[in-house]
């Protein structure tokens, strides 16, 4: 199709908000054009505009902010022009939008299929019976699994993904020119989420719509875009195609995202992760010069000066920098290469050994409940065994419901194990944590993923670093204060935040405080349970690095949960993957990221986005969810969703471990090498004859 529909046409918008401080700028002079059947993939930092940039291209705005100038066109229609009334008319059935949490969008109290249908009535002008049979078809076109039944569901019934494809076939009944998607695969793991990104990959060219999407996953971009725009406090610092903006980008803060990514042929030996230093200005203190000037390292003083324009380097290809010829002779230096970087082969002291863990909860089935009685089994952890030294990560990785975060919760003793052992530096611990000594408990803490789990709101930042060495350490008034801001210099926070309250912390700077904490009784074992996941790319970047040096200079080691297959790549020596309770392959991260894989984790490693349109990975898709802890299937309990199912041994036989070299385990039915045989080279490789890369 040579003839390109423009569908969004924006210029010159420049949105403001009303402030006790007087007017605020907060989206500056952006220009964005998307065509039918595109998607525009907006990239950049927590704050720096993006949705909002979303709800003023849709006049869904505050009510003190408000469109200072610029022009918005819909396939010709001039919005501005248009009354509140008249915009009711256009949201739903030519706009339509898709949030990061569903479960925000969707109403508990109404069936699914009522709610999808709701749409097609209004919009559409559609019978009951017809926009019953619409919200069905829009169920099916999502492949959502026995679409009439869950169209008699409602909200709480249905898992993330599920709910996330709910509000993708509702915003699809209207067949709309423009869809807006608002980080729609945040919060779902790595397999949902590559799920997800297919399907809107293919009902975009289905059904001909072009495609706002916004995200700071940068993988998730260079997998399903066209275009990319990189926003900035309210700015585009550059736009382009994905190989313009990928391979050969001209601004210093595209190359700082991408820098911050972790890949997933290297780790922490071999580079340390670019992170952009600072923050992003508030728009009532923006810099004079070129507003990413205080962050960028190719900063002159002539940047400081004068705001660059966004001019046009090559053709389809912007920038906002004015060394813009400069960079390009540079090329692409996305991450810093790590001095002393070989592997140390001294193995350390061991320090945690848990053998044959099992945590199983019960739970009231159906309307016994309320008798106590026909209680069933939740397998949440079920037989696990695990071994790590001194200064070693072990990363875990599965799926959202698979047992991480139980088997975790165990080790450290806020849940109690059914069975199995736990052995930390040789000594046997209690199940319990209130029955552990406080010598034990400072050897083993843990950081969540919400820092404010672990932090007091009502007291400062330095009081919730200062509890664990008075309660596990002993130490005087003095030593304390002392040790607090050593801790506070450790995790790269100023001295004055020891007294700031956790809501006048950042989430990156408050996951610091957390991280702080932890360390200050000196463990030996840190327990990670997805502490990086809800943070901006550049926030996770310099916490990667953080833990790395805190592991060097502390000899801690880390058990690192998380579902980012990227960062656990980056950060691990050791991998376990475990499904449904179980562990299905464990061995050094360089063995469980080259072939031989088990089925599941050769799925996992197929899901991730990688930032680089040049890779082109192998699609094997996992269906359905993962089964209830409840009822497990017979045999290998991955053989309802396996690709390489062999047969009827699968669905009878529980599999064995096989071993290949030294340490790399994976139990399977399929031979060590036919699975060799069948994976070939691996999953992701270098197109135009760039190479393997794993």
């Given at each position: 199709m040579n003839e390109r529909t423009l569908v969004l046409d924006v210029e010159d918008m420049t949105v403001t908000y009303r402030t006790e401080k007087g007017p605020l700028d907060t989206v500056r002079n952006v220009n964005l054009k998307i065509y039918a059947g595109e998607i525009y993939g907006l990239v950049g930092e927590?704050?720096?505009?993006?949705?909002?940039?979303?709800?003023?291209?849709?006049?869904?705005?505050?009510?003190?902010?408000?469109?200072?100038?610029?022009?918005?066109?819909?396939?010709?229609?001039?919005?501005?022009?248009?009354?509140?009334?008249?915009?009711?008319?256009?949201?739903?059935?030519?706009?339509?939008?898709?949030?990061?949490?569903?479960?925000?969008?969707?109403?508990?109290?109404?069936?699914?299929?009522?709610?999808?249908?709701?749409?097609?009535?209004?919009?559409?002008?559609?019978?009951?019976?017809?926009?019953?049979?619409?919200?069905?078809?829009?169920?099916?076109?999502?492949?959502?699994p026995d679409p009439e039944a869950v169209a008699k569901r409602y909200a709480h019934q249905l898992s993330g993904g599920m709910l996330q494809r709910v509000l993708i076939a509702t915003a699809l009944t209207t067949n709309p020119e423009l869809l807006i998607m608002d980080e729609p695969t945040t919060a779902l793991d790595v397999t949902t989420e590559a799920v997800i990104l297919d399907l809107i990959k293919d009902l975009m060219e289905e059904y001909n719509t072009a495609v706002l999407y916004i995200t700071h996953n940068l993988g998730v971009v260079a997998r399903i875009s066209n275009q990319v725009g990189v926003l900035y406090a309210g700015e585009i610092m550059e736009e382009g195609s994905i190989t313009q903006v990928f391979k050969n980008n001209l601004h210093p803060y595209t190359r700082g995202l991408l820098g911050c990514v972790p890949?997933?042929?290297?780790?922490?030996?071999?580079?340390?992760?670019?992170?952009?230093?600072?923050?992003?200005?508030?728009?009532?203190?923006?810099?004079?010069?070129?507003?990413?000037?205080p962050?960028?390292?190719?900063?002159?003083?002539?940047?400081?000066?004068?705001?660059?324009?966004?001019?046009?380097?090559?053709?389809?290809?912007?920038?906002?920098?004015?060394?813009?010829?400069?960079?390009?002779?540079?090329?692409?230096?996305?991450?810093?290469?790590?001095?002393?970087?070989?592997?140390?082969?001294?193995?350390?002291?061991?320090?945690?050994?848990?053998?044959?863990?099992?945590?199983?909860?019960?739970?009231?089935?159906?309307?016994?409940?309320?008798?106590?009685?026909?209680?069933s089994v939740i397998k949440a952890v079920d037989d696990i065994s695990i071994r790590m030294r001194r200064s070693f990560t072990m990363g875990i990785v599965g799926e959202s419901g698979c047992g991480k975060t139980t088997l975790a919760r165990c080790l450290i003793g806020l849940e109690e194990a059914t069975s199995g052992e736990i052995e930390l530096e040789g000594e046997l611990l209690p199940y319990s944590v209130a029955k552990r000594p406080p010598e034990i408990l400072k050897k083993m803490q843990m950081v969540f993923q919400n820092p404010d789990a672990s932090l007091n709101p009502q007291h400062p930042a330095g009081s919730s670093v200062a509890r664990p060495l008075i309660l596990l350490r002993n130490l005087s008034r003095k030593e304390v204060g002392d040790k607090v801001k050593e801790l506070f210099q450790a995790v790269n926070l100023p001295e004055e935040f020891i007294e700031r309250l956790p809501h006048e912390l950042s989430g990156g700077e408050k996951q610091r405080v957390a991280i702080a904490r932890a360390f200050a009784a000196d463990p030996a074992l840190m327990i990670c349970d997805e502490p990086i996941s809800s943070l901006d790319v550049s926030v996770q970047a310099s916490l990667m690095n953080l833990l790395v040096d805190l592991q060097e200079s502390?000899?801690?080691?880390?058990?690192?949960?998380?579902?980012?297959?990227?960062?656990?790549?980056?950060?691990?020596?050791?991998?376990?993957?475990?499904?449904?309770?179980?562990?299905?392959?464990?061995?050094?991260?360089?063995?469980?990221?080259?072939?031989?894989?088990?089925?599941?984790?050769e799925a996992l490693l197929s899901a991730i986005p990688i930032p680089d349109p040049d890779v082109k990975q192998e699609t094997i898709r996992l269906r359905g969810s993962v089964p209830s802890a409840m009822d497990i299937p017979s045999g290998c309990r991955f053989h309802t969703r396996c690709p390489r199912k062999i047969g009827a041994i699968c669905e009878q036989q529980e599999p064995p471990w096989q071993q290949r070299g030294n340490y790399h385990q994976i139990r399977c039915h399929i031979p060590i090498e036919e699975l060799l045989e069948i994976q070939g080279e691996g999953l992701l490789k270098k197109s135009a004859g760039g190479g393997v890369i794993s």
């Open positions: 927590s704050g720096s505009g993006k949705t909002t940039l979303a709800h003023a291209v849709v006049r869904y705005l505050p009510a003190n902010g408000f469109l200072r100038s610029g022009k918005i066109c819909l396939s010709g229609t001039d919005l501005m022009s248009l009354s509140k009334m008249e915009m009711r008319e256009i949201w739903g059935s030519r706009i339509s939008m898709v949030h990061q949490d569903p479960s925000s969008s969707i109403n508990p109290a109404i069936q699914i299929g009522e709610q999808i249908a709701e749409v097609a009535r209004i919009h559409l002008g559609f019978s009951r019976k017809e926009a019953r049979v619409r919200a069905v078809e829009m169920l099916n076109k999502v492949h959502m890949r997933v042929d290297t780790n922490k030996r071999d580079i340390s992760l670019k992170a952009i230093p600072g923050y992003i200005p508030r728009p009532d203190n923006l810099p004079r010069g070129c507003i990413f000037a962050r960028c390292d190719l900063v002159e003083e002539a940047c400081t000066v004068e705001r660059p324009p966004l001019v046009e380097a090559e053709e389809g290809h912007l920038t906002a920098c004015r060394r813009f010829e400069e960079l390009k002779k540079i090329g692409n230096v996305v991450a810093d290469t790590r001095a002393g970087g070989s592997k140390d082969d001294k193995l350390g002291d061991l320090v945690l050994e848990a053998r044959n863990i099992k945590k199983y909860f019960t739970a009231a089935a159906g309307l016994s409940a309320l008798w106590q009685r026909g209680r502390r000899g801690a080691s880390y058990l690192f949960i998380s579902h980012d297959l990227a960062a656990v790549r980056h950060l691990s020596d050791w991998i376990a993957v475990v499904y449904l309770g179980r562990l299905w392959e464990i061995g050094s991260a360089e063995d469980v990221f080259v072939p031989p894989y088990h089925p599941y984790t």
